[in-house]
């Protein structure tokens, strides 16, 4: 199996930084896409930031300029550095990973980490 453990979740104040980190472990042979999505209570689960193998990224307009992406594929873990924190930040956030799980197998699953609580107070 495919398990993917984000931590670095927290309470913190409106202007201040959290780095998220999501580790990818198990049956592995190659990891595609990895991403961040948060959801708010209430809401749908949306896409903060997602980074491709070749370290291409693309950002939610809302965090642009103020959360960084980016991975290790070494260690199979993606970072969200996240800077300038507004109280709508708080959230849920959840990693995702598009991983191929051996030679034999073509395709890719994607598989979700249980999720980190942001909590962002004014």
């Known amino acids: 199996q495919v398990q993917l453990v984000e931590s670095g979740g927290g309470p913190v104040q409106a202007g201040g930084s959290l780095r998220l980190s999501c580790v990818a472990s198990?049956?592995?042979?190659?990891?595609?896409?990895m991403g961040w999505y948060r959801q708010a209570p209430g809401k749908q689960r949306d896409l903060v930031a997602r980074?491709?193998?070749?370290?291409?990224?693309n950002y939610a307009d809302s965090v642009k300029g103020r959360f960084t992406i980016s991975r290790d594929n070494a260690k199979n873990t993606v970072y969200l550095q996240m800077n300038s924190l507004k109280v709508e930040d708080t959230a849920v956030y959840f990693c995702n990973a598009d991983v191929r799980k051996s030679r034999i197998q073509s395709t890719y699953n994607r598989y979700w980490g249980q999720g980190t609580q942001v909590t962002v107070s004014s």
């Open positions: 198990g049956s592995i042979f190659s990891i595609n896409d």
């Open positions: 980074i491709t193998n070749e370290g291409k990224t």
